[in-house]
Structures are given as C-alpha cells and as structure tokens.
C-alpha cells in the first residue's frame, strides 16, 4: 500500500508546549521519512528527515521518533513558539522504479502565544 | 540563490480554455515533479520528470500534460480545463529521485493557486 496517514488534521498547543504530529505507512519497502514545513503562500520546505535503521533524530527543537516495527513515525516540536504555525506533512519513499515522494494529508499546527 | 519559480501565482479561468502553468529552477537539478495541494488530501504528484525529454506519470495524471524539453524548465499543460482541476499547484526539484543526502534536498516553489469556472 503506498499510502502514508497522517493525524490529527488539526492541532492547537499553547506557546512552550510539545506539539506531537503523527503517520503510520503499511509499505514495509519505504526507506526514507522526511518532514515538510509549509507556511501560508509558501512552498513546502524539508524540515528533517530520518532513515528507517535509526529511532530518533534531533535537529534543535524538531524531533523525529521512529518505531520501525509498528510502521510509525512522529515529530515532536519542543518548546513549542508561534512561530511554528504552520502546516506540516510526513511523506515517505521507496527508490524502486517509482522514483517518488508519498506525502501524509497534513497537520495544520497553530501555537498560541 | 537556489529557486524554484512558479508562473503565474494566480489563475483564474474558464472550463475548457487551454492553459500553462510554467516551473523554472535554477540548479541544474535533474528531477523535476508536480503536486497538486487539496485539503485533507496532502500533496499528490501529477508528473515527474527524471531528465530532459524523459518524463513519467505520477498519481493523478488525467487531464494534465508535461514537457521537459530543457533542464531547467518542465511547464505543466492543462489542454482542456474543468472545475475539479481547481487547486493549488506547486513544482518542485531535487538533484535527483533519491531524495536523500543533505545536498539532495527537494526545493519547491511558492505554488499556483488555480481556479476553474
């Protein structure tokens, strides 16, 4: 199945809280997870990534945990600022003749001050 | 400076009426890709194109057309246009189809916002 879900759709965190976005994918043949950040009128930019033979990667206050056994990963953004509003997306990829980028539905973050 | 230039950034148009969508970037990337953004649906990818003249079909093809007759421009082409074409368009380039290393980022652009009438 090459489909990445992705939840919730919404979330609302007060400023300096842990903001958890969540995806779960079937196809056991991904090998690559990254995260997008999309601000309003702007084009998704890669945030962080992680490879499937690591369980946690920390870029500053952006983490990705990975639980290759449930097929599930998840960013956590500590220390959470307005700031950070945004819509943010998982996706995934398997470098077979495909050659593409599975992207999660979306997680619209706001961070109240 | 690295970009990835989208044209125009709003569109609104009429069913049936030919229309270009074009992309343009500037780091002699190799891979090139479209994605439409509908809510609750994420990105899904129209077109890919792994070099010049070889382009292939991604998840939701029907009723656009790509080119990729040089390398730093792949237009997308919707020949007959209908109302659930409406949505938010982006282009988006990466050295190539792997997407991994810290260099082989994908880059996109600020998007196309269409509307079909």
């Known amino acids: 199945q090459q489909q990445v879900k992705q939840s919730p759709q919404s979330l609302i965190v007060q400023k300096g809280g842990i903001s958890i976005i969540n995806c779960a994918y079937e196809n056991t043949a991904f090998d690559y997870f990254p995260w997008y950040q999309q601000f309003p009128g702007k084009g998704p930019a890669l945030l962080i990534a992680i490879r499937p033979d690591v369980s946690e990667k920390k870029e500053g206050r952006f983490t990705i945990s990975f639980n290759k056994s449930a097929k599930q990963f998840s960013l956590h953004i500590m220390d959470s600022q307005p700031g950070d509003s945004a819509t943010y997306f998982c996706?995934?990829?398997?470098?077979?003749?495909?050659?593409?980028?599975?992207f999660g539905s979306g997680t619209r973050l706001l961070v109240r001050p | 400076e690295a970009q990835v230039t989208q044209n125009p950034r709003y569109l609104i148009t009429v069913t049936g009426k030919k229309l270009t969508v074009t992309c343009s970037q500037n780091m002699n990337h190799e891979y090139m890709s479209w994605y439409r953004q509908d809510p609750g649906l994420g990105l899904r990818q129209i077109y890919y194109?792994?070099?010049?003249?070889?382009?292939d079909k991604g998840d939701v093809p029907e009723g656009y057309k790509v080119s990729r007759k040089e390398k730093r421009n792949f237009p997308l082409i919707l020949e007959s246009p209908s109302p659930n074409q409406t949505s938010l368009y982006f282009c988006?380039?990466?050295?190539?189809?792997?997407?991994?290393?810290?260099?082989?980022?994908?880059?996109f652009g600020a998007g196309t916002r269409l509307s079909v009438l």
């Open positions: 194109s792994m070099n010049v003249e070889v382009t």
């Open positions: 988006a380039s990466s050295l190539d189809a792997s997407f991994r290393g810290a260099k082989n980022i994908q880059y």
């Open positions: 996706a995934a990829s398997i470098v077979d003749s495909s050659y593409k980028l599975i």
